[in-house]
């Protein structure tokens, strides 16, 4: 079975601060795994994505992930925390084999991250 | 130029209605979703429809159905309404690349639904 945990329901950190958002997924072979973002009464924005290649993943607005095989995980970071990334985040995986129904995504349960000043 | 939009943003309706949210996108893909997000903020997926084929039907009550007139557009129509219903649903759509596997979904801003 496919399934994303998010252990965390909420982050807190300082401005400034580093941040890591925790994502550890479980699927049958090659795992193809996204980071999302819902700023309130909005839809999801896409963050970034691992397909294969570097296990460092670099996406929107400074943030990047971290792809773990033996731990499997993909953890979110940022350097610097802003306020403005205060929001609602998602991780979700598919499988990479053909048994994936035409890429449905996995998604957790999302964790709120509150940036404070 | 919006990417993925769905009409209307918001729904306010009584028990019992019929009611339809419509999703358009212009990407030139051939795959679209519907999902459903609680009020817990947890995402399920409905349906998905490749090339107007329906492809994915999550156990969702039969009061949804989803209609595909043509690749770019992918509509849901709720029979009967229940208070239960009051979410908010995502339209999402994606292509679908070599061997069957899709790139990255794209989600439209969301359609509130409040079923009174």
């Known amino acids: 079975a496919q399934s994303v945990a998010q252990p965390e329901d909420q982050v807190n950190v300082a401005e400034g601060n580093p941040l890591t958002v925790k994502c550890t997924y479980s699927?049958?072979?090659?795992?193809?795994l996204f980071w999302y973002v819902q700023y309130p009464n909005r839809g999801l924005q896409f963050l970034l994505k691992?397909?294969?290649?570097?296990?460092l993943v670099k996406g929107s607005y400074g943030f990047e992930a971290e792809f773990n095989k033996s731990q499997t995980s993909f953890h979110l970071k940022k350097p610097s925390a802003l306020v403005s990334d205060s929001a609602l985040y998602f991780c979700?995986?598919?499988?990479?084999?053909?048994?994936?129904?035409?890429?449905?995504?996995?998604f957790g349960r999302g964790t709120q991250l509150t940036v404070w000043p | 130029d919006t990417a993925v939009s769905q009409t209307p943003k918001y729904l306010v309706t009584q028990m019992g209605n019929d009611k339809s949210i419509k999703c358009e996108q212009n990407?030139?893909?051939?795959?679209m979703y519907w999902y459903k997000q609680d009020s817990k903020k947890f995402l399920k997926i409905m349906f998905s429809y490749n090339n107007k084929e329906l492809i994915i039907n999550e156990t969702v009550p039969n009061r949804f159905s989803p209609k595909s007139p043509d690749k770019a557009h992918l509509n849901l129509h709720i029979n009967s309404l229940e208070l239960g219903d009051s979410a908010v649903y995502f339209c999402?759509?994606?292509?679908?690349?070599?061997?069957?596997?899709?790139?990255?979904?794209?989600f439209g801003p969301g359609t509130r639904l409040t079923v009174l």
């Open positions: 979700a995986v598919r499988g990479a084999d053909r048994g994936s129904t035409l890429g449905r995504l996995y």
């Open positions: 990407l030139g893909h051939d795959t």
């Open positions: 691992y397909i294969t290649g570097d296990n």
């Open positions: 699927v049958s072979g090659n795992p193809y």
């Open positions: 999402a759509s994606s292509q679908v690349g070599l061997a069957g596997f899709t790139d990255t979904q794209y």
